[in-house]
């Protein structure tokens, strides 16, 4: 009986042994699995490289745009109200001085007129109307070329990760033909990872920037509404101011026909 209770101890422990000894660790994960999300679209072909410089310069376009398409930039309350005092007081000099000082696009229109005025006292208000609606015409469409830059990121960027993901289906389909062993299902799995990185890569870029260009375009054509009624009510003053001239210079044209 001491014999079988012996027996019977002894075997106890060996199954809790064989299993603490026998459980398998978690196995190391391989080393592509750790890659970072850098690493993995610098490893996606050279086309990636061209898709990263498309994605910095169009966040620096949009910061840009952020900075300078903004009504400050184009139509100010400060110099709208200097260039109506101005005006009021029949001070084309003044106004001109302030003109030339200032850097929104009212200014260089006012600037314009105003130069055309003071070298072409006699010139009639048609001419005058017509250079203030050519220059304000050349502004308006200055601020509708540099937004388009972003639409063109928009159609670039996805055909050249339609490019990307070409190069590497062909890659793909090269390595599946040929005869190097279980080595080339690597080798397509790497071909099909590249196309696909490829093509998030331009889709990634292109979404945005035509997200971007829709906002950007829509806050041009208000900008633009603005200059519109800016450059209306300073030439309303300009036609105020020279028709208040014109019977001062009457008698005197009288005057010298008797």
């Known amino acids: ?32 699995s750790t890659k970072s999300v850098l690493d993995a679209i610098l490893m996606a072909g050279p086309v990636m490289y061209a898709l990263l410089a498309l994605s910095v310069f169009s966040v620096m376009l949009v910061v840009v745009y952020f900075m300078t398409i903004r009504r400050g930039a184009i139509v100010s309350n400060g110099f709208m109200a200097t260039a109506d005092a101005l005006l009021r007081k029949r001070d084309l000099l003044g106004l001109l001085a302030v003109s030339n000082r200032h850097g929104e696009a009212i200014a ?5 007129v105003l130069d055309f005025i003071t070298k072409n006292p006699n010139a009639d208000f048609q001419q005058v109307r017509d250079l203030a609606e050519t220059e304000g015409t050349r502004v308006a469409a200055n601020l509708n070329n540099r937004v388009t830059y972003l639409a063109d990121i928009g159609m670039i960027a996805p055909l050249i990760g339609l490019l990307g993901t070409a190069i590497g289906i062909v890659q793909s389909f090269a390595a599946l033909g040929a005869d ?77 026909e008797f």
């Open 1 to 32: 009986m001491k014999k079988l209770l012996l027996l019977v101890a002894s075997a106890i422990p060996a199954p809790i042994f064989a299993q603490t000894v026998t459980t398998p660790l978690a196995p190391d994960l391989p080393h592509s």
């Open 108 to 112: 260089r229109v006012v600037q314009k």
């Open 180 to 256: 190097l062993g279980t080595a080339r299902y690597a080798l397509l799995s790497k071909g099909v990872s590249e196309a696909l990185m490829n093509t998030c890569g331009g889709l990634a870029i292109g979404i945005p920037a035509m997200i971007f260009y829709a906002f950007f375009r829509g806050r041009v054509q208000r900008l633009i509404s603005d200059l519109e009624s800016a450059v209306t009510h300073i030439m309303a003053l300009i036609s105020v101011n020279q028709a208040e001239r014109r019977p001062e210079r009457t008698p005197v044209l009288l005057e010298d």
